[in-house]
């Protein structure tokens, strides 16, 4: 746990994925809560990844799952995803959408993949969770076509100003990762400045992506306090009203009634 948290504060990772971490999840989810990281959302990336993140979510109190099919895994089709999304862990749909980045499945197939999962997000009336990548225009078009869900969210957000924009003025939240900590991230840092606070999140995707300075690490879900505390300096906001807003922000995204018992 780094040193630097504010043990007081309460964060919610809206986005990690308890699956594919080396460590044991009650390890890591004890590691989080001493760090503040009281909440978390383990996302499903398959049919099977996902009825795992399920099974692991039912275990701990504050932890919840989604049910989705990655646009890298778009080939493989959606049978079995209505039978993930009825476990009671799960509270979205997602992680879906369009990665034109490495085009690991053909782009009509992610296209018609993702138009699916945003239907199944409007019949459930479950949260969207989005997964976009130099694939904005048509990111957009789909769901401007599809009926964007009320409750949406672009996780790992890696684009401008302009996407960052037109994301929310389709009602969408827009969550950042530790890539907002990177060097090279300008662009993203001019993001952050222009997503209303109300519209904001914060996550890990660990074990993906760890923030400065534990770059080269595993990443962990506690390390989104590091992410909350860099987003504070940077829109000169206290850090306990960074961690309020997002946390409030990602219980209503994902429908949350009650705290952590």
Request: net charge negative.
């Amino acid at each position: 746990m780094p040193e630097e948290i504010d043990q007081s504060l309460e964060w919610f990772d809206n986005h990690c994925h308890l699956t594919s971490l080396s460590v044991e999840p009650s390890a890591v989810v004890e590691q989080a809560k001493a760090a503040g990281v009281t909440r978390l959302i383990t996302v499903g990336c398959t049919i099977e990844d996902s009825k795992a993140a399920a099974g692991i979510a039912a275990g701990f109190d504050g932890v919840w799952a989604t049910a989705g099919l990655h646009p890298h895994e778009a080939s493989d089709g959606l049978d079995g995803l209505d039978e993930a999304l009825d476990h009671p862990s799960v509270v979205a749909v997602g992680e879906c959408g369009l990665d034109y980045h490495y085009d690991n499945s053909p782009r009509d197939a992610q296209a018609d993949m993702f138009a699916q999962q945003i239907a199944m997000a409007n019949e459930r009336q479950l949260a969207l969770v989005i997964h976009t990548r130099e694939a904005w225009d048509d990111t957009f078009d789909l769901l401007d076509r599809e009926g964007i869900p009320d409750r949406t969210v672009f996780h790992c957000f890696t684009g401008g100003p302009d996407e960052a924009t037109a994301a929310v003025d389709r009602g969408a939240r827009v969550s950042f990762s530790g890539i907002v900590t990177f060097g090279s991230a300008q662009d993203l840092r001019d993001a952050a400045a222009v997503v209303p606070l109300d519209r904001m999140l914060i996550e890990t995707d660990s074990p993906y992506l760890a923030p400065v300075p534990h770059r080269g690490e595993q990443n962990r879900p506690a390390n989104v306090a590091v992410v909350g505390r860099y987003l504070a300096e940077l829109l000169d906001r206290p850090a306990a009203e960074v961690a309020a807003a997002t946390t409030a922000n990602a219980i209503t995204l994902f429908g949350l009634d009650e705290p952590p018992s």
